[in-house]
């Protein structure tokens, strides 16, 4: 089994996406939280902005930071298959790539980095949208995720003879992976 | 006014009584002030005038419960995706059927009938009601009209509610609620008893349109929960007799006042804290605003509302920030500067808001000597944001209310800000949303702490209010704006300045106030426009409240009305009175339901949905531009036909054919197109611009209709026919007329009223002054409409003035004017569009 820079990157990508995954699941229960009246909308937009207040007159705390990280992985992986040259992947991602780009540009008057604004994120078109965008998130990274464990296989497959007793490896493979999802989530929904 | 509430009923110990509510002013205020606009919202606009039915579905992504819920979602998320479009186009009932639905309902009121008759606006040209319009009735039986909310205070764009989102959709209308919750009442049933009587599921408080099922339950009318009387509620306090829960009453008024138990405090009532941040810069003395601040401060400081605990401070900026200790036994002010702009820290704790019972004579002192102290400054820089930094730190230990005055675009500092106006590019009206987020941050911790900051711009530069105006706008404070104040030149601003800074400084305060909005199950809140902080899906956190501001509400109806033939509507404002006491203001509205499209169009009230939809086109120019928003107003006329044309006249009229109760809707948005807020052109500044909008977001119904389209009166043939006789004078009641330069003549002199904005007379020859009857007449009209209002207007007399005459023409709206077009173009383009 030869193990290239693709597969790599595809392996790469597996495990970040199963991050990305979290944090859309993330998300959904932040803007489910507001919509339910569990949190202030201050306090839960400071939880998903990047926090760094270099204002010294306001009194929030920072927190665990969202938006950006997720841009950034997403942005990383996408580097990575532009450079191991998985062309039909590369596609597949710029729709999204292109989304995050236009979704930051786009975002209200901040000093600080992040995408949500207390004042309006109560209006119901956005929050309705910004819960619709998690769950197509969701989606989107739940395919890619196979999508990912698909092409690494496929690539060592391509690599080498195909053994019989391989089918065997990528269901375990398969298996591991999902283990890893589900405990994921778990840990997001208790959390 | 409060002080002389409820005499205790002794053997139950809670008394409650009938009193009249805070008379302020000589008479009864109804108001209004300016405010502001959230700046973000992006597609709230379209629900109701550009999407097609299904793209507007948003919610059907709510509440996973646990992984499970996560998968069904998506499932759900993939139907909804796929579900073809006629899924939500599904079948209604045909609403082609007018005269068979006139016909067959033999008990239509002939209100009903009236508000239906079809109305072909290129025929019918005198749309105007001989006196202004009043707010439709909503199709109620009798019992229920008696004890309904006033629509002064509570108001819906549709009084008959459609029983789907479909049938809404259908009518192209949109459908909200128009709120004045702490509008100067002259009769306030105030009721303090142990126990608020409140369903236990949705926490409604009792209100007249909940039902008794016997003596001991009653079923909530917006969850239907059955709920307990508790024993205290037996006993009606008014007639002192026992047994008769529905004779209480909370169960007879629509609006009551509650005073609160500790139950509705988080911490003791805060006392009334008021703090003035005055601009001292070069700017502001050339100005010349502060003496004539200092002055009405002074004649005021005895009427300012509160009470022993009362407090004050002064802070002046102008580079730098100056405090002024006013500790009781200091023989004169003491000033303390802080130059430090970058870290601002308080000098004093406890001797900078002091108690104005206890220092009275050194803020009489302060303020004598305040204007004399700067007139030879030549500082010219502004460091606003600092300044507001330190009014937080000042204010945050208690709450209260921070009165800023600013001439000038801020250069200093945290906040500091750039012009962006350039007059060449006035056309393109970039720029209505914030430069940066600081004041909204500030503003946003400043609500946290129940701090309201109010502000006074008095510009005759670009001060870009636009960022400006977001400390008031999250904090629900009031905004005031004076384009081109100067003391000696500008009289007119001087006056209205004057005018309105003594109705500011005396009129009622609510602190620490949050107001929530409940509504019938089934509907759902879905935008809210006003000055506040919108802390969760329908609860609004209110710094301050004041009874000038106003707030509008979007409604969407997510499930199916039908199981109930009434929809209502409360509005609970929890406040802290200047007295110190915890209240809470009720407000029920309670409309009928309708499945017929006919029936939702009777009962439209055409002036609360052109002030919606000014508040919802305001919302879409800053978010996407003005051309779209200005585009999203014609589309709801052409809409409005269109929809009306083909669901229910039958009648196979050409021409554009509108129900009557509708018939001044294209004039009405015409008249909004030409507004400062809206209209296109390069002779709106900015600022003005940015003002109008704020004004929009935050006037009650009644003034921003005046502003948008004004009554216009003839004076000089003015009769004592279906005159009003108060007390003794006689007022008249001349009919309106029509806003177009052909209904006046050169021998008559006429009356134009712009709400709180300006009166203008205009005398085209001369006004028989000798006719004692005649101006006797005029006076007491006058007199009449003055009384009306919360702030008093000036009285323009444009005789030969050539900028008035200006601005007078302006606000004749049927005209054709430079940029836009006049009102028979305008249907001409609308019967195009359809």
Redesign the interface.
Known sequence: MAFTFAAFCYMLALLLTAALIFFAIWHIIAFDELKTDYKNPIDQCNTLNPVSDPTPHLTHTSSPLLVLPEYLIHFFFCVMFFCAAEWLTLCLNTPLLAYHVWRYMSRPVMSSPGLYDPTTIMNADILAYCQKEGWCKLAFYLLSFFYYLYGYVFILMSCTRIYTGYVHHLVHVQFVMMGEIFSKMKMAWLH | DMTNQAQPYGSYGYPASMQPAYPQGPTSHTDSSPAHD???????Y??FSQVRPGVCE??V????I??FC?FL??TK??IIFYLPLNLWASPFPNMSQLSAALGGLSGVPELEVEALRPVNLLQERNLLPPRPLEAPEPNLSPDLKKVNCSPQTFRCTLTSIPQTQALLNKARLPLGLLLHPFRDLQQLPVITSNTIVRCRSCRTYINPFVTFLDQRRWKCNLCYRVNDVPDEFMYNPVTRSYGEPHKRPEVQNATVEFIASSDYMLRPPQPSVYLFVLDVSHNAVEAGYLKYFCESLLDNLDKLPGDTRTRVGFLTFDSTIHFYNLQEGLSQPQMLVVSDID?VFIPSHDSLMVNLKESAELVKDLLTSLPAMFSQTRETHSALGPAL?AA??LMSPTGGRVTVFQTQLPTLG?GMLKSREDPNQRSSTKHL??????Y???A??CS?QQIGVDLFLLSSQYADLASLACMSK?SAGSIFYYPSFHHTHNPTQLEKFQKDLERYLTRKIGFEAVMRIRCTKGL?????HGNF?????D?LSLANVNPDSAFAVQM?IEDSLADSSLACFQAALLYTSNKGKRRIRVHTLCLPVVNQLSDVYAGADVQAITCLLANMAIDRSITSGLSDARDALVNAVVDLVSSYKSNVSNLQQSGLVVPASMRLFPLYILALLKQKALRTGTSTRLDERVFAMCEFKTQPLQQLMQMVHPDLYRLDNMSDQGALHLNDTVVPQPHLLHLAADRLSRDGAFLMDCGNVSFFCIVVSHIPELETLLSERVRAFLDWLQDNRAFSSTIHVVKDDASAQATFFQHLVEDRSESASSYSEFLQNVQLQK
């Open positions: 959230p700046y973000g919202p992006p597609p709230s379209q629900q948003t919610d992504f709510s509440s996973p646990h992984l996560i979602q998506m998320l993939l870290d930094q937080f730190k945290a949303g914030p430069a940066t987020d600081f909204k941050k500030l946003l911790d946290g999250y759902s809140i879905h935008t809210f902080f919108v802390r969760s899906t609860l969407s």
